[in-house]
């Protein structure tokens, strides 16, 4: 598989793509092509590990063999997403069911194996931004694997304290830093540090976040199953509107490669918090991100977005090799819609009316779908996070009691092992050379 540099237009293999994580000059590295599955109809019948590893055997057979694509996805996808009913037009893609409980599980599990497979004796560090779940995923997923160091920046008081004990627990392996600053200072802090050929090349780093191409390939597969399970409500004759939840744009990325990959989705939402760069520019044309807001869907809290370069990339590339007109940059392929901290705890008490209990991000999503659904569509949104990760806040919302699960259970008595860190290159760079 080739891919190319956003910025310098090189061209690598997967394998170095992964590897580097960041391309030269800070670019991301994008596909040159996008496979088209012909047989869609009968993909979506099969099961889901099944079907993830023809789509996955379509980007990455010809550069790595057929059974290492399949023994890769087999290993990451130990679990499944699932498409619930949470109102009569409108459907949950829950992606919280692995083991961190959150969405970023299928793109860090497949990740880590895929570094594991091309590291061989090579020791490793991967240095990574969260801005909430990643980092509990990227944790869980490289956990006790040899030759790799884990290091995790995160913005210190901005995450859930849930969501931190869930991966500043580990130790062995796992190093987690907690910074004085928000998670845009804590993605310059990682980007600063992949321009730092000294340290690139002493240490092997690599980035575990939505930056690894790798991550977003995994990702694609569940919007596959989304919309398999939706087919046995609607059939073929409707498509489905899906309504990502987005902070950093990885997932929202991931949906658009399936579709170009000729999945039968209608168009996408594309719902943010408070931080609404992208819906002010998909109305006015222009790119201005503001001072980045503090919201309780915080994982969402991104006020300039990397992965919305690839989107672009995407579109581009999309109108020069699609056939007809369909991939402009408008409403029939992309809503952009903002939400308010309002109408996302009115979202919460709606579903929950309906018998469905959803944390933020998720009812953030859900009520960008309904805002944006016409009267003869239906929809999914994705449920991104497991409601016990935000426990607080549903609790205070909905004055009902969620319990833990065991895995959180365990973590939320377990001590804290993260250090503070000034949001200054200069003390990363001291503490990863240490
Ligand atoms: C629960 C949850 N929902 C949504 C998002 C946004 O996803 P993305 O950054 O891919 O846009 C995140 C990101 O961390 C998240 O943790």
């Known amino acids: 598989m080739k891919l190319y540099n956003s910025k310098t237009k090189e061209q690598v293999s997967f ?22 599955l012909t047989n869609i109809d009968e993909l979506l019948e099969m099961p889901f590990v099944m079907r993830s590893q023809k789509i996955m055997r379509s980007w990455l057979e010809e550069e790595l063999g057929g059974a290492k694509v399949d023994e890769l996805v087999r290993k990451a996808f130990s679990f499944m997403p699932q498409l619930v009913r949470a109102t009569p037009r409108m459907f949950a893609l829950e992606l919280y069911h692995g083991p961190s409980l959150a969405f970023k599980d299928f793109g860090a599990r497949f990740m880590a194996q895929c570094l594991a497979l091309f590291a061989g ?9 969260t801005s909430g779940d990643t980092g509990a995923a990227v944790a869980d997923a490289f956990y006790g694997l040899n030759n790799i160091r884990v290091v995790i920046l995160y913005p210190k008081n901005k995450i859930s304290p849930l969501q931190e004990k869930l991966f500043c627990t580990l130790g062995k392996n796992i ?7 928000d998670f845009d200072a804590c993605q310059n802090l990682v980007k600063t ?6 340290l690139k090349k002493k240490l092997k780093l690599n980035s575990a976040n939505s930056i690894n191409i790798s991550r977003l390939m995994a990702q694609v597969c569940y919007y596959f199953e989304g919309v398999a399970r939706f087919r046995e409500f609607y059939g073929k004759k409707v498509q489905p509107v899906v309504s990502v939840p ?13 579709k170009a990959m000729s999945l039968p989705i209608k168009r996408f939402v594309a ?3 408070a931080n609404d760069t992208v819906p002010r520019y998909l109305k006015t044309n222009m790119w201005e991100p503001h ?7 915080n994982a969402m809290d991104v006020s300039e977005p990397s992965n919305w370069e690839r989107i672009m990339e995407h579109f581009k590339k999309m109108q020069v090799h699609a056939i007809g007109n369909n991939w402009q940059m408008n409403e029939a392929n992309i809503q952009g819609i903002s939400i308010t901290e309002e109408q996302t705890v009115a979202a919460m008490k709606a579903l929950h009316k309906q018998g469905y209990v959803a944390e933020p991000h998720t009812a953030l999503a859900s009520c960008g779908l309904s805002k944006c659904l016409k009267a003869d569509e239906a929809g999914i949104f994705l449920s991104t996070a497991h409601p016990a990760k935000f426990k607080e806040k549903i609790e205070e919302v909905l004055g009902i009691q969620i319990f833990l699960p065991e ?16 949001a200054d290159f200069d003390a990363l760079r001291k503490y990863l050379l240490s």
């Not at 590897?19 to 994008?30: A, T």
């Open 15 to 36: 394998v170095q793509a992964v590897k580097d994580g960041l391309g030269k000059e800070r670019g991301l590295y994008c596909p040159s092509y996008i496979p088209i």
């Open 121 to 129: 004796k090579d020791k490793i560090t991967i240095l990574t931004a």
């Open 175 to 181: 190093h987690t830093l907690a910074v004085d600053g």
């Open 193 to 198: 540090a992949f321009q730092d050929e000294e």
């Open 246 to 258: 987005c902070g950093n744009f990885g997932n929202l990325t991931a949906g658009f490669y399936a």
């Open 271 to 273: 719902a943010t918090n």
């Open 291 to 297: 001072k980045t807001v503090a919201t309780m869907t």
């Open 407 to 422: 895995k959180l259970l365990k973590a939320s008595e377990k001590k804290l092992l993260s250090e503070d860190m000034p």
